[in-house]
């Protein structure tokens, strides 16, 4: 290659990347609290009318935060500094404050409120923000900020926002060693090793994104997790953060090691029946609540991919959990825990093993334990069907544990918006009280009348610069608090709140990129798993595809064990004739699946092998099907690189060359899913791609020996 | 603890941390590169007086990169957006390009330019930059923003700048893992997994910082290097990085596994002396010249802390550098083989080990080598004598290897300004040619007469928003960059420079920051290694105190080995009377050291085992100076916390906050240091410490149990 040909390629490049001199480039810091200029002169005006006199009555730290987070809001929307006073005068036009400082509110709408819940109403030409609590103000200020954000009229609202569910979590698995599992945006934003005595800056904008959602918990540790975090060291560490999160509403929890009583107590066993380590328990409580007064609770990982748990002792989960829950109980902590079994002596379809170790103790579980169940039975693949758990523990409080980081969602080189993801589940019917128990209605509380609720997000937030690592990963975050508030919010209306703060307002590119947002995991499920295909990724890191793989130790671990391709066809028969998963849920639900020419085809291979000529319902093959979806994947993904590429106008530059550069990695990742799989089922089925398919230009060898070592996230 | 106290600290951590609304908060990433609008309105005035009409002739990706640093330079500067021409008019007052494009400077002038060195002269009223080429007219364009940045007048320049060095490296100790080896800023900057594909905006931000300050190579991974990086798949990612960074002058380099040939290149052996192990070499090197022409060579850490090498083969570290640089010197490659040696099986002082190896190999190695030689002999102490290799091979090209990164001199959590090391090193006299064989003068060629020369520093960069861990660690990365470009600039101006490019512009905090700089590196020796005092760091993580270790497998692995405290006194004998390393230097140099009543007493301990109860120079004996040096150090760290906290007037908020935290930790770490260290020696010395100074409130048994399992960098 000559030296001419490599400048003209570095030109083109510095041309694309470079922003104009004197124009912010947009660097994905401030995620979707930029609080950019208001561009449409009308409503500026509209707003500027409104917003003439401004109260924030109260000094408490929460409400202080709620008065920085309008005055710097204001300030970036309306281009103008606008005073915000402590005291209400008789000119005051905009009141955010508690129902003690707004007496304007009557005591039965604020009776609905609960503890989070908010106000935003104009009485008599006053805006008045109020709520129960500091943390409802804040809650309502930073929805009120979303109102001009998008562009909407503030002169009628009358807003009541409740959320739906008590406990809205994320939890991170972060190491203490700075290291993210199945982090693909850098290593973890906490600094372990500088606290207690550096506040990173950061921290503070943390705990600001979460509150703008309504997040108001993280487990700030791996769920495989280092009894060292509850050291006295590790403790003060924590304590700063909580002095940081507390502000906006943000309870810690920490992972609790099963064997901690061994590893720092000095035991000799873990056994929850054995009165030290209860003791040892108690002890620990204590000390924490001492120095944390309002610590949230343990979470635990038991038994389950090597970490330790109950079952060491030849108890029950429900012994660990009680246990804990009993050392946490005084101070109102609580225990969740996590029914992701995974135990290497369970020779039985994989799918079935956490119902079946969990159901049998529904019931046993003390009442500030909430049972912590995967939104799947698998492993939070592209698509599956609602874990069978829900609706089947009608007397235990189960909480949903959805996927933010995209573990086998594309990791950080792919934009898939995960709102349908979750929606999908939560709208499932388990129909364990009849029609309409959807999942959402099991977490919830409602079908089961449970209290306490929750939904926890596997986070995607690490130390890049965006957070996220994809610019479009920070919409995860976002839709995951948004649902976790209110679950009946439409992924559309996420999705466009999310692009009108993140990145533009111009409604024909709004409506340009919600769509391709909308598409984005029917997408990756049709160039990745489709038809119901899952788990056939790279062994351990989970990048890429490899569906050859058969030698690993435990057969579970294999993509062959969950596709099952052979001579005959394709799919794991998981029906009465197979190994008859599909029984653990409610006949009812049953129905959608259990019959191979019925069966929704979505999930088809998930729960039938197929013959490779068996008939779909559009009169194709299963093969040509199966050809034809990845081809209409990979094409798709070319697609949303066109729309990006149209919208230069709209979107600040940098973030456009970000994006921009990440979907054509994300199709040529597309392209090769779509032809290792493809080129590797074909063993199976003896037939080739249909000839007006473009055939791939690499052989399944060629694929096979791709090697990634230092892929991120192990 | 009650709420109230939490809820009262947590407000006062918001109230100091929290910035004004509209001001924009520095968060460190701009680096020196701010380019905030001057604020003295007559320098406003007489800049934009001068440049009125601005022409940067030439298309090169190079010449149009100092177009937009000069746009986006004077946009900030000056606030004012001024158009930058490509072609020269009757009224331009300002050309930056190479002497084609500016016939006005002398063909004797350019003749002293050599191919970095730049012109910065007004010539009947046209400011003109100029240079033999575009790298020059980069490096010119740079040099004339800080002049602009640091206040300076610009109608009466006339500038030769010419470089003393040729190669000015950082060595990245960065992992593929994307950890960092001795790194305390988070993860690398280079995301491997993401590349060739994505072109992180940093990765240009990186690029400029460089050329700002006149680097020109970066070796990008850890010099206990992994092959892989040498295979097809990876030499396409360095490639789309050489494509990034050759706009601005950088070359890339790789540290090469010595056992590659084995690991990647199925052979059975890797000795340089085979002849299938010379040309699968050479078959590398052409493949990496095929895809990357101007790839700069290969770092090569061989036979030290168990990285292979030619000993493994009973071949010489030359036979080993040789045969690499036979396989680059086609293409103008170079090798640079470092001299930092460290073998299990060498039984004398560690001091002398280097020495001993390499001496007797001067003049063996082929002209495209360069030997890599640390600043001192034992490992980036905050203080030691120059490595006696210096001045020792008069026949071998030696670069020297200084650490930016703050392995052994506070990490990211402390305050130190490296320039005085650098140049108390680049200062000493080695006297190998009479008075005035500095180091500085063995390095640059001049002494012994080579063409071929460099300095390296190993990288203090890493992925947080700030770059460097610690605002101040800027400083390192800045004035390292400034003294390869020319060791005769102060440690003084280097540091004002900085500081009124990053910092302020107020001439008062100037001088007190500068004079803050200015002695922090001699606060740090005194409070952790005073009067000559080494390792006694904790072992792996090297963080904190830990003088009483004494069990590691290798003697010269632990802090007793190098203190040697017992009840007689306490230093390490390097005389003539002990393990004689002082004989490595030349007799002159010896004349500093060899007597311990005359020696210098800032490394009376590092070359003699010394009486308890010696009589220093000021009259003190040993123990009692040793106490007060370590008292002196922790409050002269209380005085800079002092200072730093006078001037909330003139540093940005943010970074106000950083740094004090930061500073508070220091302090705390340097009273550890002062009473980890104190109480161990004492238990040899049996003194007391002096009265007069408050005495610990840990007792040694405290100290000695503090663990940091996760302590970064190991």
Redesign the interface.
């Known amino acids: ?1 000559s ?1 001419p040909l ?2 003209r ?3 083109a ?2 041309l694309f ?2 922003v104009a ?2 124009v912010k ?1 947009e ?1 994905g ?1 401030d995620l979707w609290m930029r609080y950019n200029k208001v561009t449409d002169n009308n409503l500026l005006l509209h707003y500027k009318k409104q917003l003439t006199s401004l109260a924030v009555p109260g000094t ?2 929460t409400l ?2 709620a008065k ?1 987070e309008l ?2 809001g204001l ?1 970036g929307l309306l281009n103008t ?1 606008i005073p915000i006073k402590q005291s209400i005068s008789a000119n005051t036009s905009f009141i955010a404050g508690t129902s003690v400082a707004s007496p304007v509110i009557s005591k039965e709408e604020l009776g609905k409120l609960g503890s989070d819940g908010f106000i935003i109403k104009n009485y008599t030409g006053i805006l008045t923000i109020t709520a129960n609590n500091d943390i409802g103000v804040l809650y309502g200020v930073f929805h009120f900020l979303k109102l001009l954000q998008t562009g909407k009229k503030i002169d009628s609202l009358n807003i009541i926002s409740i959320p739906k569910l008590q406990l809205r979590l994320l939890n991170h698995w972060d190491n ?4 993210v599992e199945r982090g693909y945006a ?2 973890s934003i906490l600094n ?3 606290l207690p ?3 990173d ?2 921290y ?1 904008d943390y705990a600001r994104a979460n509150a703008s959602i309504g997040i108001n918990g993280a487990v700030l540790n791996n769920v495989n997790s280092n009894a ?1 975090v509850l050291t006295p060291a590790y403790l003060q560490k924590v304590k700063a953060l909580a ?2 999160f ?2 906006y509403g943000l309870k810690v929890y920490l992972s609790a090691r099963f064997s901690a009583p061994i590893e720092i107590g000095g035991l000799t066993t873990a056994d929850p029946l054995d009165a030290t380590v209860q003791q040892w328990w108690k002890q620990k409580a204590t000390e924490i609540y ?2 944390i ?2 610590f949230g609770g343990f979470l635990v990982k038991a038994n389950s991919e090597g970490q330790p748990g109950p079952q060491d002792y030849q108890r029950t989960h429900a012994d660990g959990a009680n246990m804990l829950a009993e050392a946490v109980a005084p101070y109102n902590g609580i225990v969740i825990w996590r029914a992701f079994v995974y135990a290497a002596e369970n020779p039985v379809d994989r799918h079935k093993q956490a119902y079946d170790d969990f159901v049998p103790l529904d019931g046993k579980f003390r009442p500030n334990v909430l049972v912590q169940v995967k939104n799947g039975a698998i492993d939070f693949m592209p698509r599956e069907p609602f874990h069978p758990i829900f609706g089947a523990m009608p007397n235990t409080a189960l909480m949903m544990e959805f996927q933010i980081t995209q573990e086998y969602t594309g990791q ?2 792919s934009l898939v918006y995960l709102a349908p993801l979750y929606k999908e589940v939560l709208n499932s019917d388990t129909y364990s009280k009849g029609k309409g128990s959807t999942v959402a209605r099991i977490i919830d509380g409602s079908t089961d009348n449970h209290t306490l609720t929750g939904m926890a997000g596997v986070s995607n937030i690490g ?3 965006n957070w996220c690592g994809h610019p479009f990963a920070q919409a995860n975050w976002y839709a995951f608090g948004r649902l976790c508030w209110d679950y009946d919010l439409s992924s559309e209306n996420i999705a466009e709140e999310w692009i009108r703060m993140t990145l533009t307002n111009n409604m024909n590119a709004v409506q340009k990129v919600r769509d391709m947002m909308l598409a984005s995991r029917e997408v990756l499920v049709t160039y990745m798993n489709p038809l119901g295909l899952h788990h056939i990724m790279g062994t351990g890191h989970h990048y890429g595809p490899a569906p050859w793989v058969k030698e690993l130790k435990r057969p579970e671990w294999n993509p062959v064990y969950y596709h099952k391709a052979d001579s005959t066809g394709i799919g794991f028969n998981r029906t009465v004739s197979g190994s008859n998963a599909i029984a653990q849920y409610a006949a009812a639900a049953q129905t959608q699946w259990k019959d191979m020419n019925t069966c929704d085809e979505k999930l088809l291979l998930w729960f039938h092998h197929v013959p490779w000529n068996h008939t779909m319902k559009n009169g194709q093959t299963l093969w040509n099907e199966l050809c034809h979806q990845y081809y209409d994947g990979a094409d798709k993904v070319k697609q949303m690189q066109q729309t990006w590429n149209s919208l230069q106008q709209s979107i600040d530059a ?1 973030q456009l ?2 994006v921009a ?2 979907l ?2 994300q199709h ?1 990742e597309a392209v090769w899913w779509r032809n290792a799989c493809l080129l590797y089922f074909q063993t199976f089925s003896k037939q080739p791609i249909p000839a007006t398919l473009e055939q791939p230009d690499k052989t399944l060898e060629y694929y096979k020996r791709l090697q ?5 996230g192990n």
């Open positions: 290659m030296m490599i400048i390629q570095t030109i490049l510095f990347s470079f001199p004197g480039a660097n810091y408490s730290a202080q935060a920085r005055e710097n300030y500094r203490l060693n700075n290291t850098g290593g372990w090793h500088k005595g550096y506040i800056k950061r503070i060292a002095n940081v507390r502000v001492s120095i007064p309002d950080s080189t130390s890049d610069i940098e060359n970000v550069q990440l054509k990695i040529e990634f070592p230092f892929a991120p």
